[in-house]
């Protein structure tokens, strides 16, 4: 067999988990992904793979890649220019909105992608040159109310330990389509067939995952914060409280109690359209088992009291010791931490609608309000890295009206997307296929897991990396530190020990360094390292501070040295790990050594969300607009959808257009038969779709999947749209009043038979 015929190792980039596979290439250039297989040597995905990375060639080859950057002309339309022309006029332009309206006025957005986490920690050097202070990315769309919890509750990111706890809980997510845990349907298979253990799954829908479950607590959409608290009084009612955990472990049960003391059951249940014997059956189960796992997902993170869903759920974890041990929820040890910085106090707010920041991102819905109007602050440009919030964003209307507002829209991105049509300049980049790629989503425990991707091929003629793009357009800005640059080059040809020397005095020397150290360490070492991998360059500082936090774990991996020699070992060790590595090995005692709070206790009150709680008792949950009947799930997972990167829906084997999932009665009632037309309206569009009659849904609920209503060639010039584009209906304004994320899973809608 020819060598470009041979089993190239790399992974999937499409859901968070990134299972390693190998990729056999062919076609007549060499370039196409012939064949796709699980990596079994992959420490955590072992051989195990989903359908969907069988389709990967889609993204990789086809007629959307753009191989050279495009400059908006006065007439609207693009033309191609020269990379010495796009970098010398992008950093001029961004100079000067600098010098006009601060580095403030410039605004980041992405990082990367999924699969594709690098290029955000290259944007560090970049923001740093322009002075930019405000960010944002897709997690700002689903996960900060999460985090502003785990902040203020436990000071660190959780998961859970599926494949050995006695039951697993899951709310709002659907892991047999979703994935999110490693070998998700095999872990799933094994919860479910063994009759001492037990499967609990909270959502609305009887989804994949609700077919084998145990119990399936089908709470009605938009209530999870009823059902859950409902739980937990019946934890306190029954006395099913994990008394010596508590105190051993916890602060502030005596300011939780009250809320959930009085709370009555019954009522809340029937809120939630959960029987309350149901109700009483999966609170006892978790309460009584040896070890409990929890997963909340998009399903409530972007619905209606997600913040306080998250809150809820993380009390029933810890009031059942469901925390650091076997089978439960744990801390894990990252090499770089996902969330970081303020959970959210006062005083982290944006400049325009004085919103909370979260882990340094501003919520994604109101990023049109600090666009628009004569604010002084008002972001002026901004920098879009391998994302497309036309698209994924809420009101899209509303956001391509801010976008389009911009002084200057940059999008970094392998094809000319819904976001970049509206750019002054595209800039394409490398593939995550064609360089040196990695993930930061490292959850396992208690073995975790870190995968740097060498290139399966190179890239087109002239494109490169989005770490070479950011370090020439910080060269053109006049902010590289040369001097650093060439000490540091000269430090690494003589030894690692004199290579840190340089590194840390420069640091200790110029507080400014730090921000800039991802393009010095890319120019001073990337060519030295081996081939294909210059992009893993900064991996050599997050490898020292992960020894820093760290270095008891990742000596139990085998990894070791004095002091930090360690972390050189470590380093290299991820540069030599072709199907990744073992980069951690945690003793289970290790999560309570990473809990935030000083006295390392987990806190149980998280104050500023009482009063949201206290207010479902006078609340009428989950009633829609009487102009809009309907609950309206915009993008719901199915096995034929995926993120957006894949572009080309050629690859989708069946229900091309993302049919209208309704429930039978409802279907009946409107008139409309399985296969036929409707119209879906919300208070932001409307869009005609095929119906699919479907008992998997509640009377009154209805879902749309995610992934679709992107345009595409059709191979004669003109663009296609395929299915709905879900955020033509749904309204920046529904988002969760502390985190700002959005209620896409809850959209007021009107259907109508065509």
């Known amino acids: 067999m020819s060598e470009k015929n041979d089993w190239k190792k790399t992974a999937c980039i499409l859901c968070e988990c990134n299972c390693g596979i190998e990729v056999q290439l062919g076609g007549e250039d060499g370039r196409r992904f012939a064949r796709i ?27 959307h890649r753009l191989t050279r950057p495009l ?34 006025s410039i605004f980041y957005y992405g990082g990367g992608g999924q699969g594709n986490h690098l290029p955000g920690a290259y944007s560090r050097s970049l923001r740093a040159a322009l002075g930019s202070r405000y960010r944002s990315n897709a997690l700002a769309q689903e996960k900060t109310g999460e985090a502003f919890v785990n902040a203020h509750m436990l000071g660190g990111v959780t998961r859970s330990d599926f494949e050995h706890c006695e039951v697993g809980v899951f709310i709002g997510k659907n892991p047999w389509l979703s994935h999110g845990i490693p070998r998700a349907r095999v872990t799933l298979r094994e919860i479910s067939r063994d009759p001492a253990r037990c499967l609990i799954v909270i959502d609305p829908r009887r989804s994949e995952t609700a077919d084998l479950a145990n119990i399936h607590l089908a709470v009605k959409p938009g209530t999870d914060a009823w059902l859950l608290a409902a739980m937990l009084a019946v934890l306190v009612e029954e006395d099913l409280v994990d008394q010596d955990f508590v105190a051993e472990r ?6 939780i109690l009250p809320h959930f003391e009085a709370l009555p059951v019954a009522a809340y249940c029937e809120a939630a359209g959960v029987p309350e014997a149901q109700v009483r059956e999966a609170t006892r189960r978790i309460a009584r088992a040896e070890s409990a796992a929890f997963f909340e997902d998009l399903g409530v993170q972007m619905n209606r009291h997600s913040t306080l ?32 910085g303020s959970p959210g106090q006062a005083g982290h707010r944006s400049p325009v609608t004085g919103s909370r920041i979260i882990s340094g991102l501003v919520p994604c819905n109101v990023i049109p309000d ?12 901004m920098w879009v890295d391998a994302a497309n919030p036309a698209h994924s964003l809420a009101d899209a209307a509303r956001m391509r009206e801010a976008l389009s507002e911009l002084e200057l829209l940059v999008v970094v991105d392998v094809a000319l997307t819904e976001t970049g049509r509206l750019a002054d300049y595209v800039l394409p980049v490398a593939s995550q296929f064609e360089k040196a790629e990695a993930t930061f989503f490292n959850f396992e425990f208690p073995s975790n897991v870190f995968h740097l991707r060498r290139p399966l091929l190179p890239p087109p003629e002239g494109l490169f990396s989005e770490a070479e793009l950011d370090a020439r357009i910080v060269e053109a800005l006049g902010a590289m530190p040369e001097a650093a640059v060439e000490e540091l080059r000269g430090a690494w040809g003589e030894s690692r020990q004199r290579f840190r020397e340089v590194f840390f005095r420069i640091m200790a020397d110029d507080p400014d360094f730090f921000a800039m150290a991802p393009v010095v360490l890319y120019r ?46 470590l380093f290299d060790a991820i540069l030599a790990g072709e199907s990744g590595i073992v980069f951690a090995v945690d003793e289970w005692e290790a999560s309570f050594g990473r809990v935030g ?41 199915r096995s034929f959808t995926a993120n957006t ?63 679709m209503g992107l345009d595409y060639p059709d191979g004669e010039g003109e663009d296609r749209v395929t299915g709905v584009s879900l955020n033509e209906l749904t309204a920046s304004e529904d988002r969760d009043w502390l985190a700002g994320t959005p209620w896409h899973k809850y959209t007021p809608a009107r259907l109508e038979a065509l």
């Open 309 to 340: 869903v998250s809150y809820l759920d993380r009390l029933l974890c810890l009031l059942t010791g469901s925390f650091g041990k076997r089978g439960a929820a744990y801390i894990p040890a990252p090499i770089q931490p996902l969330f970081s």
């Open 370 to 381: 600090e666009i628009l109007g004569d604010h002084p602050k008002r972001f002026r440009a």
């Open 524 to 569: 001073a070492i990337g060519d030295a390292l081996p081939h294909g991998l210059a992009e893993g360059a900064v991996l050599w500082a997050l490898a020292h501070f992960a020894v820093q936090r760290d270095a008891e774990a990742i000596g139990r991996a085998g990894i070791r040295g004095e002091g930090l020699d360690q972390a050189d070992a």
């Open 250 to 255: 916890c602060q502030g049960i005596e300011e």
């Open 645 to 707: 990167i894949l572009r080309n829906p050629e690859w989708r084997r069946k229900d091309a257009q993302g049919a209208l999932r309704v429930n039978p009665e409802d279907a009946h009632r409107l008139g409309i038969e399985d296969g036929g037309a409707a119209r879906i309206s919300t208070r932001r569009g409307n869009a005609e779709v095929r119906v699919e009659i479907s008992d998997r849904m509640q009377p009154g609920h209805v879902s749309l999947p995610n992934g």
């Open 71 to 104: 400059r908006r002309r006065s007439d609207g339309s693009f033309e191609e220019i020269d990379w010495e022309t796009a970098i010398r006029e992008v950093a001029a332009r961004l100079a000067a909105l600098r010098e006009r309206h601060g580095g403030e």
């Open 37 to 63: 297989r699980g990596d079994k040597a992959h420490p955590a995905s072992r051989g195990y793979a989903c359908e969907k990375p069988s389709r990967l060639d889609y993204y990789q080859n086809g007629p």
């Open 597 to 637: 709070a000083a006295d390392g206790r987990l806190q149980l009150a998280v104050p500023e969300l009482f009063e949201a709680l206290q207010s479902l008792a006078t609340q009428r949950p989950g009633a829609p607009d009487a102009s809009f009947p309907f609950v309206l799930s915009a993008g719901e997972r």
